[in-house]
């Protein structure tokens, strides 16, 4: 790395600059960074990285052609230097939970990740540049948007194992449909280390597609590595995995749903093909992701927090887990939000998915929702008190209670009302 930028800490975001930091000046979707180059300096940026000029004095400016490339290009040599194994994650859904219960087993052999959000083209190497200290496992979840994001990605920090969760139909607006997805979320395999392992969700759409490369599959039922079988009781969950040829069974505290336990039999391979121990023991303790379908008990009352995100396929594990653990089962859902054309078509299919349940409540907060219909509905509101009123009216102990929709509608609010007012 050029040594100017060694020990430094990145910003794109103006209002993020701690004095003696870099801003990069990013062109963004709704913003240009290099508007607010002066801002950053007057608030202490030792040095501003342009693409473009800007009034701002020379000597703190440091042009690139590309600011994006030289973020990317100055991570991959911060993380080259320490020739570290990469562990790169990407699916339609799981990755933040996986990347973390990974983290969780591989944390005393000395391991990275990176955090929540910044698993894109900006993100990835702001983390990599700010957090990471040469820990020599680097688990690195991945997000897309669109064919390519991840080849980027895997450039910046080329996997040794790549995980591919599964495909399904998150975001399927931006991305342009379910093949480009596919394609998309393929790339994590095409750009591993030539001899890199997959570990790949046993379905024959994903493994027709691995062409020659080494992969071992995981999954349901099916796969080199796969969960046998799961139940709950009380507040626990008992879940039994063969591991290609031995078998273990293991209690998790709290409930976790058929697609989180199917994903933890990728962590498992993983960490055998690093050839690591598996210490169970480990998962225990395991603190669940916020808002990623965590179970609350309240007054027997089985409470669901899946407000971070939704798409199809985490709503259809999170009813079948509500309906194997609740006497009766409700859910106060919201939009499933980025599926542009097929917006109508998914929400018709999130009704049939809610038809399963005993007592459907649809906040109107967001407009896609609105031509949904179950034949459970019992409220569509877009208030909150009419919507917690309604619940503490009808709940009773053993019943289940799921809380979901797409982030920007901020479904945590619902929650956190209902949470207060039942006496949580
Ligand atoms: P991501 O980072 O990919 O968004 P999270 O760990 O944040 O994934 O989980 C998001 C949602 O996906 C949660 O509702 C979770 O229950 C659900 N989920 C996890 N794994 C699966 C799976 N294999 N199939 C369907 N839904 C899943």
């Known amino acids: 790395m050029i040594d100017f930028f060694k020990n430094t800490v990145f910003a794109v975001d103006s209002r993020k600059i701690v004095p003696g930091s870099v801003f990069v000046a990013l062109k963004g979707e709704r913003t240009d960074g290099h508007l607010y180059v002066k801002e950053a300096l007057e608030k202490g940026a030792k040095m501003a990285v342009v693409e473009k000029e800007v009034d701002a004095p020379p000597e703190k400016l440091y042009m690139v052609r590309s600011t994006l490339d030289f973020l990317a290009q100055i991570a991959r040599e911060k993380l080259y230097a320490n020739k570290p194994l990469v562990v790169g994650i990407t699916g339609s859904n799981g990755k933040t939970t996986t ?23 900006v993100g990835l190497p702001l983390s990599i540049l700010n957090d990471y200290s040469g820990e020599r496992i680097v688990i690195l979840e991945m997000a897309m948007n669109k064919v390519g994001d991840i080849a ?14 599964n495909v399904g139909t998150a975001h399927r607006g931006i991305a342009g449909g379910d093949e480009a997805i596919l394609n998309g979320k393929l790339e994590i395999v095409e750009n591993m280390e030539p001899n890199g392992t997959a570990v790949v969700l046993s379905d024959e759409r994903l493994v027709s597609r691995l062409k020659s490369k080494n992969f071992v599959t995981f999954g349901h039922e099916k796969g080199d590595y796969h969960l046998i079988s799961y139940s ?24 976790w749903n058929v697609g989180q336990l199917t994903n933890l039999a990728a962590v498992f391979a993983v960490v055998d093909l690093l050839g690591f121990e598996i210490d169970i023991e480990r998962l225990k303790d395991f603190t669940p992701v916020s808002g990623r379908f965590n179970c609350i008990e309240c007054k027997g009352v089985y409470v669901f927090d899946d407000c971070y995100n939704a798409s199809l396929e985490s709503f259809r594990v999170a009813v079948d887990t509500l309906k194997k653990v609740g006497k009766r089962t409700f859910a106060v859902v919201g939009s499933i939000k980025e599926q542009g054309i097929f917006s109508k078509q998914t929400h018709l299919q999130l009704g049939g998915i809610l038809d399963q349940l005993d007592g459907v409540i649809v906040y109107t907060k967001d407009p896609e929702v609105e031509v949904m219909s179950s034949s459970k509905e019992i409220l569509r509101s877009s208030s909150v008190e009419e919507i917690v009123e309604t619940l503490c009216t009808v709940l009773t102990k053993g019943d289940a209670l799921l809380f979901k929709a797409s982030r920007a509608v901020e479904m945590e609010k619902v929650l956190q009302r209902f949470l207060e007012v039942y006496g949580c």
């Open 99 to 121: 990347k973390e219960l990974l983290f969780k087993l591989l944390e005393p052999f000395g391991a990275f990740r990176n955090a929540g959000n910044l698993n894109t083209e």
């Open 232 to 255: 709950y009781s009380s507040f626990e969950t008992v879940a039994r995995y063969v591991l290609k040829s031995r078998t273990v069974e293991l209690k998790l505290p709290r409930i």
């Open 152 to 165: 980027k990605l895997c450039h910046i920090a080329r996997p040794r194992i790549s995980v591919l969760l």
